[in-house]
């Protein structure tokens, strides 16, 4: 999660990030909210181990039973960091120019792809906002150019948080979707609040190949049944988002035990 992690849970050590920067805002720890923290640079002679990480991470991944893999590159974690000029600030081959910027995110693809294959393997990027403060000066370029790079390695999917204005967490500040679905040859799929009426849009206009179900899964434990049924749907409540406890979590009601009007 990079500059994400507080140093409570690292045993008081920073957390480490694309360059010496700090998240806005606060995070949840097990003693309660606290002001984010300074991330460290990671350095050039940590990058292999990292890359390492991901290896044994995907090994683990499939000995565990897993059908596959997916490389978290979004909502403003680690590789985020590293694509972004917002949070990014090295002056080495893996900052400045875009294309020196995505190197860290095709890097990692290729470990994973040659650990568990490419029809194993997947991505997720959140190119419709700035996700925790983690922002670029020129996105439609960067998430083009990244998405591009990514055609080399033929995917099983890309899904991206594809946040819009009426998310209901981190609403979208762009829609730079369209320019990424001709950019990008392979399997697309797009997540964020999605119900069954502009799910069924994004599909039958192409704007997507599939559709990932996120947080309306979260409040419908039985989201296929509803779907199904076109039933009514439980919203989620963004309070008990990333709360210890079951509320938020378990406690949704299921459809036989909705009211009837």
């Known amino acids: 999660m990079g500059r994400i992690v507080h140093p409570d849970f ?8 694309a360059s010496a920067t700090t998240a806005p805002g606060e995070i949840r720890t097990y003693e309660g909210k606290k002001p984010h923290a300074e991330a460290r640079p990671l350095t050039l002679e940590e990058i292999p181990g990292l890359l390492e990480d991901y290896r044994r991470a995907a090994k683990n991944a499939i000995a565990a039973g897993f059908d596959g893999v997916q490389l978290h590159a979004a909502n403003g974690y680690l590789i985020d960091q590293f694509l972004r000029d917002g949070t990014n600030k090295r002056t080495d081959r893996y900052g400045g120019s875009i294309e020196n910027r995505i190197r860290l995110l095709k890097e990692v693809m290729q470990v994973l792809v040659e ?6 393997t997947a991505v997720r990027l959140a190119p419709n906002d700035d996700p925790q403060g983690c922002g670029d000066s020129n996105s439609e370029a960067l998430f083009v150019a990244a998405v591009s790079a990514l055609n080399d390695f033929n995917l099983a999917f890309l899904e991206m948080r594809a946040s819009r204005p009426d998310s209901s967490f981190r609403p979208a500040t762009r829609d730079i979707v369209p320019q990424i679905r001709r950019a990008y040859k392979g399997t697309l799929i797009l997540n964020s609040d999605y119900h069954l009426n502009d799910a069924t849009a994004a599909l039958n206009s192409g704007r997507a190949d599939a559709i990932a179900f996120g947080r309306t899964f979260l409040a ?14 439980n919203a989620p409540v963004v309070d008990t988002y990333y709360t210890q406890g079951a509320e938020g979590y378990t406690d949704y009601p299921a459809l036989e035990r909705v009211p009837a009007e």
């Open 115 to 120: 650990t568990v294959g490419a029809d194993r």
């Open 220 to 233: 419908n434990p039985d989201l296929p049944v509803r779907l199904k049924a076109n039933a009514p749907l």
């Open 10 to 17: 690292l045993g008081g050590a920073k957390g480490v990030s």
